[in-house]
């Protein structure tokens, strides 16, 4: 069983910076691709990015592409999700998951992932 918590979500103006962390618990997280998440009321959970179990691939949806930097340190079972120049949209709950699916192969897709954490909220004032 994994447990996984997000922190670093908060408030900030447009154009600045957040880093969220993703702490996940059990022997065995630190072998498993992650990836973030966000979702808006009423919207469906869109893809942000992933990354590989070892940290050697990445992942990101177009639209922050540029912008975040996902990253892990597996000797400290986390991941982090470096955002840079936010935007007023970027604003919304972030979520961490853990897939355990294998092969690794679609990333962006939800049903990939059997681990998710309770959220974060981000919010970017313009």
């Known amino acids: 069983q994994v447990q996984l918590i997000e922190s670093g979500g908060g408030l900030v103006q447009a154009g600045g910076s957040l880093r969220l962390s993703c702490a996940a618990s059990?022997?065995?997280?630190?072998?498993?691709?992650m990836g973030w998440f966000r979702q808006a009321p009423g919207k469906e959970r869109e893809f942000v990015a992933a990354?590989?179990?070892?940290?050697?691939?990445?992942y990101y949806a177009g639209s922050v592409k540029g912008r975040f930097t996902i990253s892990r340190d597996n000797a400290k079972n986390t991941v982090y999700l470096q955002m840079n120049s936010l935007k007023p949209e970027d604003t919304t709950v972030y979520y961490c998951?853990?897939?355990?699916?294998?092969?690794?192969?679609?990333?962006?897709?939800?049903?990939?992932?059997?681990?998710w954490g309770q959220g974060t909220q981000v919010t970017v004032s313009s």
């Open positions: 990354i590989s179990s070892t940290g050697g691939t990445t």
């Open positions: 998951a853990a897939s355990r699916v294998v092969p690794y192969t679609r990333p962006y897709d939800t049903t990939q992932y059997g681990y």
């Open positions: 059990g022997r065995t997280a630190n072998r498993y691709p």
